[in-house]
């Protein structure tokens, strides 16, 4: 959905107008989350499938589920500098993506919301009887989440030159399962952005690696999912000896 809001929208207000509008449509579905969860207590995972579903469909029915590629010479400008420029050699886009990465530790490991948002994910119980602000807390991860995603939406359209309804398929279970095989815990409060970091590449090692192996990609997709299983029982096992 970000992918076409910010691709549809910049021909007619341009790239800076785009990119705000983008980032307002994160925050708002940022919002959304944050509020079915921290409002309406429904299960994080329950709410954030439901509008992955539904802003989903709203992208495909705007678009009638084929890519917006009409890009006028501002956009395309912005797009080459993510896409195919370099920084001391280093590409534009990997220079971002760990500039936010930076960023996140920062907001997480050195701010008094980077604090709170462990403590409602460790025990949201105890956090309440220490005055955090829960709700607030569970609506600020939501959103940035949502800004995050937008960041993501970006690179990938400067990638692929278009806006596409179906941007980011397929990315799910490697983003899910990255975290995990890192030691990111489920259940909250055990993680952070360089055990993240650590999990995705290494995944994507290991698919690359079965990949280039020729196996089967039935075979590759229960290597993957078995990798996963024992991450989880992993990370169980540590969270009970603590």
């Known amino acids: 959905l970000l992918s076409v809001v910010l ?28 509020m079915l969860v921290a409002r309406f207590g429904l299960s ?7 509008t992955m579903f539904a802003v989903g ?33 280093i590409p534009t886009a990997v220079i971002i993506a760990c500039g936010l990465l ?11 919301l980077g604090l709170y948002i462990y403590a409602v994910g460790s025990n949201p119980s105890a956090a309440i009887v220490h005055g955090i602000p829960v709700g607030f807390v569970r609506v600020s991860a939501y959103v940035l989440s949502g800004v995050l995603t937008g960041a993501a939406a970006t690179l990938l359209s400067a990638r692929v030159r278009q806006g596409n309804p179906h941007l ?58 078995l990798l996963i299983i024992v991450a989880m029982i992993v990370g169980r096992s540590k969270e009970r000896k603590e």
């Open 44 to 50: 994080p995972l329950v709410a954030t499938m439901a």
């Open 57 to 89: 469909g709203l992208s495909m029915y705007v678009t009638g589920g084929s890519p917006v590629t009409h890009i006028d010479q501002e956009g395309s400008l912005f797009f080459s500098m993510i896409a195919d420029e370099r920084i001391l050699g």
């Open 102 to 112: 930076v960023l996140l530790w920062y907001l997480l490991r050195r701010t008094v």
């Open 168 to 225: 980011g398929e397929g990315m799910l279970f490697d983003s899910i399962g990255g975290a995990v095989v890192g030691g990111v815990s489920l259940a909250g409060g055990v993680g952070c952005v360089w055990a993240v970091v650590r999990g995705v590449l290494l995944l994507g090692l290991i698919q690359n690696s079965l990949y280039l192996s020729d196996l089967d990609s039935h075979i590759r997709d229960i290597a993957v999912g």
């Open 7 to 34: 691709v549809a929208s910049s021909p007619r207000v341009g790239m800076p107008a785009a990119l705000l509008l983008m980032t307002a449509t994160a925050v708002g579905v940022g919002v959304v989350n944050g």
